[in-house]
């Protein structure tokens, strides 16, 4: 939920009668750079404190707040200095809300109001990174708001050489709960905001986030989710007790009338038996029985990876049903929940550390700084050695490295600050000393006791190709095998497939963010490009690419949560039994291609470097047969 992609545009969306709501198109100056709005602050169960109130009540208007829009541009629209919003569905990506007057009080039905929303937040947020000296970008950010985007909202950024530097939020409406958007959430317009200057200060031209599932892209996701909480926790109202580590509580909370997908910096999933306590952290413990289903899982850093976050719960939800149902285990919203409960502890305990200032003033702006001079010395990523560089333990690292720089921090936040990280896991880490740790797994799991190719999976059905290629925005052309062909995942001479390696974890420690690198030394066995593989390594000089795991467990993890006797959850210590769900789609695949005059029977391997953030570099060869 809220991702980074594209959004096209349907016509026929538009309607005459809204169109005549929308903003002439030619503008002029007109008003002030001020104007009258109407808000919730920042979301309509937060402004009633009701926890039961739905998006369908009668009574969202009664939870409106006056506000003054500033910074803007005085011809009648919602354009600023920091912001301009616009309108997808309504107005065609024109300008909707227009009043030579600046006057933006909207009732909640009107389209409207969540563009006044969209820029209130918007502005005040952007207002307070160029206050504090880290808003790398000074181009307004384009937020569509009613953008065509069902149930979701993101951020993306061009660098194109025609369009460089263009940033736009896509705020979309719900169609699970008609005439719900997701702009009168604001912490959601917040996250993607914040999206804008993560990315931007890494970097203006480089994306942070190189793989579906690295970990670049958790921290990415974790640090939106942060500063979309520390930056609403002013807005909270005490009398109400809300829990501030409750992420998106409203459209992730309410849209979905069936589940809640709400997420947390909380130091253990909502199916913990200690929830929202979570008094066993950092314990992990399988559920005594599966007529008993409790059990404790910490966000703890390794172990703590890829545990889902507390999406769809329900009561007698369990670890063990969260295990065996959640097929996201590696997604990146759920791995950044542990860095994000991370954060959250930090800023917590610098604001306790300082009782005598405006804590919520003070812990804020600088857990945002130093986040954000963190991520400015994040290293860079390269296609000739290494596509994903940033790792959770270095940005950790980068945050105990640059708190002296910021003003106000002092000896014992410093102290706060290591211990913090330290009982995430993220500071003075578990780590795998030696490249002993790798081996060649079974290539089995809980869904395929045997395979014919071991410790290699492999996807060559063309009907599952090209939907995946299609899906991933490539060439399904390339697939020629057909269903007449054998498919017997296999590698035949000619076909096109996917194909993932069973590393196995000896050692007691978890591997965490695994990156795999993957060389093919013979030419009838091609590594497909960087058309196909997003991590092909174009200047590496070899027939190489790169992809990363998620994790990979250690034998300690195993053995807490898969007793001998009794119930359990029914993990190994490799990557096929970690994640049992990684051949669902192609994002931790890689693609090649053999040779249609390779010979039968052939004996060849793939070299297969794995590089863990918390460990040594291993190599191992895994043999196949070419069938």
Known sequence: MFGVVGCGKTESNSSPLSNKLCAPTTL???AADTGPALVFMPDPLAASGNLSLLPTSMQLDSYRKPVTLTHLSGEGVLKGTYITVLNSLQCDDGFGAYDPKNQFQYTHDDFRFQEAMAYYF????????????????????NIVAHCEMDDNAFFTRSNKSDVPGIELVCLGDSVKTPGASYADDAIVTIHELEHATTVDSY??????NQFWYDEAGALNEAISDFMGLIFTDAYLYPEFNLDPRVFSRWALGTFDRKASHVRGAHKCPSYDSNFPDCNQFPTFSPPHSLKAPTGTISYVYPDG???PYPGNSKEGYSVLDAYQRFPSQEEIHNAGILALGALWDVYDAIKKNHPNESESDFANRAMSQLVLESVKHLPSAN????????TLIGFASNLITYANQIKGINSKDLSLIQETLKARGLSNPATLPSEDWMDIGTGTNIFFSNTPTPGIHVVDDPEVLQKWLMNMGGNPDIVTQNLDSEINSRLDPGEVAVIWFDIQNNLETT?????VSVTSKDPDLRVLDGLTNIGYMTLSGLNQTQVMYGKIN???IVSVLSPVEG???PVGNSYFKTNPFFNQNWRTGIWVKVSPNAAHGKKTELEVRATPANGITAVRNFPITIY
């Open 567 to 569: 119930g359990g959850v």
């Open 122 to 141: 918007g502005d005040i947020y952007q207002t307070s990174l160029d206050t504090m000296g880290y808003l790398a970008s000074k181009k307004p950010v």
């Open 305 to 307: 990876l890829g545990w």
């Open 554 to 556: 250690g034998t300690a």
């Open 383 to 390: 296609s000739a050695t290494n596509h994903s560089p940033v």
């Open 28 to 30: 002029s100056k007109v």
């Open 203 to 208: 970097s203006l031209n480089q994306n942070m």
């Open 511 to 515: 591997a965490g963010g695994v990156l």
